[in-house]
């Protein structure tokens, strides 16, 4: 079965192409790199000939409110476009736990449009909603480190997850029909996210609890990013995962 992973480069990608080859699959790497432009629409229909399943684990360069939003409404709707050109009969798509939930979050937001843009589109669906992964950890130290050189960050919980638990869901509803719906992974423990990063930066940055801080421009609450029930979990600790890096 061969399978275009759109953002197949990238950290979800590889792992998931890697899956997938394994199994016996055709997994094919769409990127600029390879000569494909989601947002300017470009090399859609040659890379996706042939394809049963579409893939998207795109992401934006520019996490700034209206670039994100402008990256996924264009990026979402060529792959859809191009997808249905090419009889794709399965579109999988990557997203985040809670997105609807935290309308003040610019990047839920523009997630949020993209799932839009998804279930209401020409082909058949699963959306993979994965809650934060363990490997962003220090990007959110360092995004939330202000010129004290500390990092304020809310007590609320995240429910964290491997990125290989995440790949590993992705390649087992490839393996699958649609199911026109949602589909959840998130990692085994809730935690903190101020405990979240600490655990993975120690003391630089140095970690500061603050209730009141906002998460990449929202304020969120214990249950805004964590899974509902029927979630997959994934198998992978946060304490192993910090003690083989």
């Known amino acids: 079965m061969k399978v275009v992973v759109f953002g197949g480069t990238g950290l979800i990608g590889r792992k998931l192409i890697a899956l997938l080859t394994a199994a016996g699959h055709e997994a094919v790497a769409a990127s600029p790199s390879s000569g494909v432009d989601t947002v300017a629409g470009t090399g859609l229909d040659e890379v996706l000939a042939g394809a049963a399943v579409s893939v998207d684990v795109t992401n934006s360069p520019s996490f700034a409110d209206d670039d994100v939003l402008a990256f996924f ?38 997630k949020v449009a993209q799932e839009d843009l998804i279930t209401s589109g020409p082909v058949p669906y699963t959306i993979v909603r994965a809650t934060q992964f363990f490997e962003f950890a220090a990007g959110i130290a360092a995004a939330s480190t202000g010129p004290d050189g ?8 995240l429910q964290p997850v491997a990125a290989d638990d995440v ?16 589909v959840e992974v998130g990692g085994p423990e809730k935690i903190g ?23 990449f ?17 994934g198998g992978i600790t946060y304490a192993s995962w910090l003690a083989e890096r």
């Open 150 to 157: 500390t990092a304020h960050l809310t007590p609320a919980h």
């Open 193 to 215: 996210l101020d405990e979240f990063v600490r655990r993975a930066v120690g003391s630089d940055p140095k970690v500061v609890t603050d209730p009141a801080a906002p998460y």
């Open 217 to 233: 421009g929202a304020v969120i609450a214990d249950d805004s990013l964590v899974t509902g029930p029927g979630a997959r979990i």
């Open 73 to 110: 409404r264009a990026s979402t709707a060529h792959i859809l476009e191009a997808a249905s050109r090419a009889g794709v009969g399965h579109h999988v798509a990557l997203s985040i736990v809670g997105a609807d939930r935290v309308p003040d979050g610019g990047y839920l937001r523009a």
């Open 167 to 182: 790949a590993a869901t992705l390649a087992d509803v490839v393996r699958g029909e649609p199911v026109k719906g949602i």
